[in-house]
Each structure stands twice: as C-alpha cells, then as structure tokens.
C-alpha cells in the first residue's frame, strides 16, 4: 500500500510502507550484533596480555670491541750507500732481485787505492830492513866500505903532494892544485862520517833509535790495515736476507759518503705496527696472540714489543704484531685489529627488542610489577623505567637507569604496551 501526503509547498511524497516494516524488524539484529562486538573487544581489552621477560643482572663493566688501523711494514728496511765517495763502477742487483746475507750488491772504483797501498807496501819494506839492519848490528858490506874510502883517501893525499911539487915547480896552475886538495878533503868527510857509523854499529845500536824505527814499521803497517778497510767498504754487502725494493742510481755516478744506492727490505718477516690509546685497557701484552685483518683477509700474528714513546701527532702507543711467515700480505697495506677495551661502568644487557621510544628521544624500557589486587598467578602490571644506551652489540644494548637487578624487562613487543597494563608472563 502506498500513500500519498502533500508538503507545506504543496508537493505530494509517496511512502512505501513495505520499507517501514523491513527496517523496524533490520534495526533490532544490527544492534544486538554491535552489542556483542563491544562485548568481545572490552573483554579482549580486559584480559592480561602474555609477553617474554627477562631478569635483570647488574653487572660492573662490559667489553668494547674496537677496531684499530696501522701498517705492514718490514722488520727490518735499510738505505744502503757508501762511507766514502767514489765511481760507482758496478751495481750487481735489480729491484725486485732477492739477495742473502753477506751477498756483494755494488762496488766502486778502488784503482787509487790500490796504488796507495802498494806505495805503503814499499815504505813498510823499506822500514822493515831497516830495523833488522839495527837489530843485527855491522856486516861485512860496512866495514868494506870504510877501507875502501881509507884507501880512496890514501891515493888522494899522494895525488894532492904531487900536485902540490908540481905547482910549486910552475908545472900546473892553481887551480889544479886545489881540485886536488878539494877531492882528498871530500874523501876524508866521507871516511870520518861512514867510520862514525861503523863504529856505533860495533858498539851496539841504540835502544832507542830501535824502537824508534819498529814504531815507524807499525805505523806504517797500520795505515795499510786502515786502506785495507777503504778497500772493503769499496763495496756494498748485505746486511740481511731481504728483496731489493728500490735502486737510486746506476754505474758512472760519482756518489758521495753516505748516499743511498738502493733500499733492501726483509721480506719474510712483516710486522703491523698499530696505534691505541695509551690509556686503553685491552689486555694487551707480550707474547700474546692478535688477528691482523688486511683488505678482508685475516694473518695470524704475535706481539713482539709495546714502544713506550707517545705519538705526537695520534697520541697512540705503538703494539708491534709480528706475522706468522705463511700468506704474508704486501708492504704498505693498511693493517686492522679489533681489540676489546672493558668500559668500566654499572648497568644491564637487554635485547634491544626491550627498548621502547622514550619522551624527548630517549628510550624505555618495560618491567613488571605486581598489581595490588590482582589474585591471578603471573599477572602483572607494566611499569616504565627511562634507560641511557652506553653500548650497542648485535641484537643486544648495554643501559644504565631506573632499573634495578632482579627486576623482569620486558624483552618483546613493547610497541603493545602501556604503563599499567596488566601483562601476563
């Protein structure tokens, strides 16, 4: 049936009364059905909500793994070169060339040298029979020579009485007769001067004038074992085994006192030199085992010295680790241990699932509290405590705070939560 009524401007509506009845009976059911929904959700709201707890324990320190970067470089490294200057006339190395110890590397032009130590030689052989001739005392040669000179001499004043008749008969001039006066005074300076030594000689040399000429014989000998070193050092020995690295010069360079010819590096023994804080409390000690990291790659190592002098410019002492000989990696790379430091500070480790965002970006965490009037078994009341995050390692936080030991944190879902609500464990 439908009707049919007329507005206040006259318009006529019709009203299905069908309509009516179908949303009277409608309404009933759509309201029983939100009754019950509201029902559901106040009891759902109402009952404790279960969640994972963990028991707080205060603990007064905890470990910091950092990590610490140095260089490999080798034991040991030297810039070879010559104490004195000279031609560089051979150079029997190339860089790469690995070398032994005590191997020749490069040599000099000694060409004047040798000819000073034959000159020494000469002067050491002359001296040398000198001494023995002071030592042994006159020979026969002496005393010969001596009557030789006293017959000289003999003949000569005979020379010098006839010359002597002659001129007084006007047979020569003047001047023959004193050249003849001259040669037999010249013999008989000889005569005196070699009977002197002859003499001395038959009464026994001087202590002194024989020490005097061994003295001469060793300082000679001496210079020769000094020439000797200038010729050694004329060449270039290595002082280790290592690899050359670098060659500074080629031959027909004159080089000068303590140049650097090349650079030989101990190769089979490399080291991390790494710098730490001189403060830093990691354990670190002689002897001890450490895991060097280079590009990716771990060498086993051990440390062999803590140098006590403080870097200026990083204000880091310097661990020494030497590395094992087998895999060795390449000089000049960047060298990487993690070292444990322990940070002594009271506070507790969480999972950082426990941690909830704080006001004023700080962060909290949930604990449980029993209610007062709760008479359920593992019904609790969530409380919040304001925590400080000191440390962060993998899927756990060090905190500091309101928390106190013993207490449960809350360690999942805390995004769920509110401060008192009840929670079950």
């Known amino acids: 049936m439908v009707s049919q009524l007329s507005d206040a401007t006259g318009n006529n509506r019709h009203i299905?009364?069908?309509?009516?009845?179908?949303?009277?009976?409608?309404?009933?059911?759509?309201?029983?059905?939100?009754?019950?929904?509201?029902?559901?959700?106040?009891?759902?709201?109402?009952?404790?909500?279960?969640?994972?707890t963990q028991v707080l324990e205060r603990i007064n320190e905890y470990p910091v793994e950092r990590t610490y970067t140095g260089e490999i470089?080798?034991?040991?490294?030297?810039?070879?070169?010559?104490?004195?200057?000279?031609?560089?006339?051979?150079?029997?190395?190339?860089e790469g060339d690995s070398v032994l110890a005590g191997a020749p590397l490069a040599r000099l032009d000694i060409r004047s040298l040798q000819a000073q130590r034959q000159q020494l030689e000469a002067q050491r052989r002359q001296a040398q029979a000198r001494f023995q001739e002071?030592?042994?005392?006159?020979?026969?040669?002496?005393?010969?020579?001596?009557?030789?000179?006293?017959a000289q001499l003999d003949l000569a004043r005979l020379q010098q009485e006839r010359r002597e008749n002659l001129y007084a008969q006007g047979a020569?001039?003047?001047?023959?007769?004193?050249?003849?006066a001259f040669s037999a005074d010249a013999l008989d300076s000889r005569l005196s001067?070699?009977?002197?030594?002859?003499?001395?000689?038959?009464?026994?040399t001087r202590v002194e004038q024989v020490s005097a000429q061994d003295a001469q014989v060793d300082q000679i000998e001496a210079s020769l074992r000094n020439l000797d070193v200038s010729l050694s050092k004329s060449v270039i020995?290595?002082?280790?085994?290592?690899?050359?690295?670098?060659?500074?010069v080629d031959e027909g360079v004159?080089?000068?006192?303590?140049?650097?010819?090349?650079?030989?590096?101990?190769?089979?023994?490399?080291?991390?030199?790494?710098?730490?804080?001189?403060?830093?409390?990691?354990?670190?000690?002689?002897?001890?085992?450490?895991?060097?990291?280079?590009?990716?790659?771990s060498f086993e190592g051990r440390v062999t010295a803590l140098?006590?002098?403080?870097?200026?410019?990083?204000?880091?002492?310097?661990?020494?680790?030497?590395?094992?000989?087998?895999?060795?990696?390449?000089?000049?790379?960047?060298?990487?241990?993690?070292?444990?430091?322990?940070?002594?500070?009271?506070g507790y480790w969480v999972p950082t699932s426990a941690l909830a965002a704080g006001e004023r970006g700080l962060w909290s965490a949930y604990v449980l509290n029993p209610p007062e009037d709760s008479a359920t078994d593992n019904v609790f009341e969530v409380a919040r405590r304001d925590v400080e995050v000191l440390y962060t390692e993998a899927d756990r936080v060090f905190v500091r705070g309101l928390l106190q030991p013993g207490e449960q944190v809350i360690t999942s879902g805390t995004h769920r939560l509110v401060p008192g609500q009840l929670v079950q464990n």
């Open 16 to 52: 299905n009364w069908q309509w009516l009845w179908l949303i009277a009976l409608v309404a009933p059911v759509l309201w029983l059905g939100r009754f019950r929904a509201d029902s559901a959700v106040a009891e759902d709201v109402s009952a404790p909500l279960p969640v994972e």
């Open 307 to 346: 140098l006590p002098e403080l870097d200026d410019a990083s204000q880091t002492v310097t661990v020494v680790v030497t590395l094992s000989p087998d895999g060795q990696p390449t000089l000049g790379e960047t060298a990487r241990v993690i070292l444990q430091d322990q940070q002594r500070e009271t």
């Open 172 to 180: 020569i001039s003047l001047e023959e007769r004193d050249e003849a």
């Open 237 to 248: 020995y290595a002082p280790f085994n290592g690899q050359v690295s670098l060659r500074f």
């Open 73 to 94: 470089v080798a034991r040991r490294s030297s810039d070879l070169g010559f104490e004195q200057a000279g031609t560089l006339v051979d150079v029997l190395v190339d």
């Open 254 to 297: 004159v080089v000068s006192p303590g140049q650097s010819i090349m650079r030989l590096v101990e190769g089979t023994a490399l080291e991390a030199r790494i710098g730490v804080p001189s403060q830093m409390d990691c354990g670190i000690t002689n002897g001890s085992r450490q895991i060097v990291d280079v590009n990716g790659q």
């Open 193 to 204: 001067q070699a009977q002197s030594q002859l003499d001395e000689l038959k009464a026994g």
């Open 134 to 150: 002071l030592q042994q005392g006159p020979r026969q040669e002496d005393i010969s020579a001596v009557e030789d000179l006293q």
